[in-house]
C-alpha cells in the first residue's frame, strides 16, 4: 500500500479534518444554534448544525467512526445510521474539510468561487469597497507593543477617561454648539477633515488589532462608500469565530478609541489658549462625540448593533426581528412558540423600539424639510415635492429588494 492509500484509508476510518479549519462556537439564528466553520485555505465561511459541530470537533484523527458513533449515541440517544455517516462525509469531501482527502483542483474552485462573491459584494450603487492593503504583518508587528492596552490596567482608567470626556461635552454641549456656528478659514476647515479621517482610521485599525488580538485573521484595509459616505474600513469576519464577551469587545474596540482620540482635544479644550485650535478642539469634541454616539445607537448597522447582536449571543438580531414578526404576523403566537423565551422577549422590544425610532427620526426629517421647502416656495410646493419624492423612494427601495429569479444551474 502507498503512502497516498494509506492516508485515505486512516482518513475514513479515524478521520481528521484539515488542520488549518477552524471551528466556532454555537450561536442563535433564526431560533437554532448554528456553528461557523472556516476554512482559511479557500476563504469559505461554512454553517453546520449543533450535531455536525460535535462530530467534527472530534475528527482529530485519534477516534474511529465507531468511536464517534458511541460519543453521539451518549450525548443524544441515539445511533447514526450508513445514510447520516453518507450524507456527513458527503458535505466534508464537498467542502474539502478532511485532510488526506483534499482535490486540488476542487480546492482551487472553492477558492476561486469564495474570491468572486467577495469582490462581487464589494460591488453596489450604494455600498462599494477598495481594498488597500493586508494589515496582518502590519498588525503582528505592533501587537507586542501594544499589549498593556489589552489589560484592566488600562481598559478601566482609559474608560473613565473617556466618560468623562462625554461628561465634559454634555455639560458645555451649548457652548461647543455656539464655537461651531460661523465662518472658518479654509486650513482649520481643511485639518478638521484630515483630523477626523485619521480618528476614523484608527477607529478601524482598533477593531482589526482587537481582532488579531484575540486570535483571529484580518484579511484587508479600505475605503468604503455607503452612500453618503466616503470612510476607512477594515475587514474582521473571524469574529464569528468569538466567544460573545470578545465579539463584543472587537466591535467596542472602535468607538472606545474614537473617544480616547479626543482626550487631547479636551485638555486644549480646558487649558489651551484661544486660537484656531482651541476652535479646532472644540469642533472635534462636538462632532467626535454626536458620531460615536450615533456608532452605538444599535437601530443602525454600526459598532452598537453589533454589539448589541453579539451580547445576545444572535447571528443576525435584525435579520431574525423580521423573520419573528413575519412568523407571528402570518401564523400568530403559535408559530413562534419555538423560539426561546429570551429570544421571543428580545426580537419583540428590538422591533417595537427600531420601529419607534425609525418613526421618531423620519417625523423629524420630514417635518424639517417641509419647514425649509414652505420658506423657500410655498407650503402647497413642499407638499408636492414631499409628495413626488416620497413616491420616488418607494420605487427605488421596491427596485433594490425585489426578488430576482435563481438561475437554473446548468449540468
Not at 335 to 357: E, H, I, K, N
Request: hydrophobic share 50%.
Amino acid at each position: 500500500m502507498t503512502t497516498v492509500e494509506a492516508d485515505q484509508s486512516a482518513t475514513w476510518t479515524r478521520p481528521r479534518l484539515r488542520p488549518e479549519v477552524v471551528l466556532g462556537p454555537g450561536v442563535w439564528r433564526d431560533g437554532k444554534i448554528v456553528h461557523h466553520v472556516k476554512d482559511p485555505e479557500t476563504g469559505w465561511f461554512y454553517r453546520v448544525g449543533p450535531r455536525e459541530h460535535f462530530l467534527m470537533s472530534r475528527m482529530d484523527g485519534t477516534r474511529s467512526l465507531e468511536d464517534l458513533a458511541d460519543e453521539y449515541a451518549d450525548a443524544y440517544q441515539r445511533r447514526l445510521g450508513p445514510e447520516n455517516w453518507q450524507q456527513l462525509f458527503g458535505m466534508l469531501h464537498k467542502r474539502q474539510l478532511l485532510h488526506g482527502a483534499t482535490d486540488p483542483d476542487a480546492l482551487a474552485a472553492l477558492t476561486a468561487s469564495a474570491a468572486a462573491g467577495a469582490a462581487k459584494a464589494k460591488r453596489g450603487p450604494l455600498s462599494a469597497r477598495l481594498p488597500l492593503f493586508d494589515p496582518q504583518r502590519l498588525f503582528d508587528r505592533v501587537l507586542p507593543w501594544l499589549a498593556p492596552v489589552f489589560t484592566w490596567w488600562f481598559v478601566v482608567p482609559a474608560l473613565a477617561l473617556v466618560l468623562a470626556v462625554g461628561g465634559y461635552v454634555a455639560r458645555y454641549l451649548p457652548e461647543l454648539a455656539d464655537g461651531v456656528g460661523g465662518g472658518r478659514p479654509l486650513p482649520a476647515i481643511l485639518l478638521a477633515v484630515v483630523v477626523t479621517w485619521v480618528i476614523v482610521f484608527l477607529h478601524e485599525c482598533a477593531h482589526g488589532l482587537t481582532c488579531r488580538y484575540f486570535g483571529g485573521r484580518v484579511t484587508e484595509i479600505g475605503v468604503m462608500w455607503r452612500f453618503p459616505l466616503l470612510a476607512p474600513y477594515c475587514k474582521v469576519d473571524d469574529v464569528v469565530l468569538f466567544t460573545p464577551r470578545r465579539r463584543v469587545a472587537t466591535a467596542f474596540a472602535g468607538v472606545f478609541v474614537s473617544m480616547l482620540a479626543l482626550v487631547p482635544f479636551a485638555a486644549l479644550r480646558l487649558w489651551g489658549p484661544p486660537g484656531m485650535l482651541y476652535d479646532l478642539a472644540g469642533t472635534m469634541l462636538l462632532f467626535g462625540t454626536a458620531a460615536a454616539a450615533l456608532n452605538l445607537v444599535p437601530f443602525l448597522r454600526l459598532d452598537g448593533y453589533h454589539m448589541l447582536s453579539h451580547a445576545l449571543n444572535l447571528a443576525d438580531l435584525r435579520t431574525d426581528t423580521y423573520r419573528f414578526y413575519g412568523r407571528l404576523l402570518r401564523q400568530g403566537p403559535r408559530a413562534v412558540t419555538d423560539y426561546r423565551v429570551r429570544d421571543r422577549v428580545a426580537f419583540t422590544l428590538y422591533g417595537l423600539t427600531s420601529v419607534l425610532f425609525a418613526g421618531t427620526v423620519l417625523t423629524f426629517l420630514i417635518r424639517y424639510w417641509y419647514t425649509t421647502l414652505a420658506n423657500w416656495l410655498s407650503p402647497t410646493w413642499a407638499v408636492v415635492i414631499l409628495t413626488t419624492e416620497a413616491v420616488l423612494l418607494a420605487a427605488i427601495i421596491t427596485h433594490l429588494t425585489r426578488r430576482r429569479p435563481t438561475p437554473t444551474p446548468t449540468p
